[in-house]
Nanobody, 120 residues
């Protein structure tokens, strides 16, 4: 059974930091592109950042570029999202996603989410 478990969310003041973790079981994360997404109340889920399977390529949404850093430790089967200089508008539930394509089939897994709340 595949599980992605996010952790590290919480309540922080504006300007603070959090580090989210996404730990996987049942799959080898090194074979997957990993993305972090977030969804604020009343808004659609949006992509925040992603990292290629080998870690060579990363992507950041404009709203978080320069403040967030995605990284992966394939030996620990875990991906991280370091969030610095947090703003109230970063408040959302953060989800990790693991995806890969193999012989025309897409493998796509989501975690249950972790709440991040940034107070002003």
């Amino acid at each position: 059974q595949v599980q992605l478990v996010e952790s590290g969310g919480g309540l922080v003041q504006a300007g603070g930091t959090l580090r989210l973790s996404c730990a996987a079981s049942g799959i080898t994360l090194a074979r997957y592109t990993i993305g972090w997404f977030r969804q604020a109340p009343g808004k659609e889920r949006e992509g925040v950042s992603c990292i290629s399977s080998n870690g060579d390529s990363t992507y950041y949404a404009v709203s978080v570029k320069g403040r967030f850093t995605i990284s992966r430790d394939n030996a620990k089967n875990t991906v991280y999202l370091q969030m610095n200089s947090l703003k109230p508008e970063d408040t959302a539930v953060y989800y990790c996603n693991a995806q890969r394509r193999d012989w025309g089939r897409t493998y796509d897994y989501w975690g249950q989410g972790t709440q991040v709340t940034v107070s002003s």
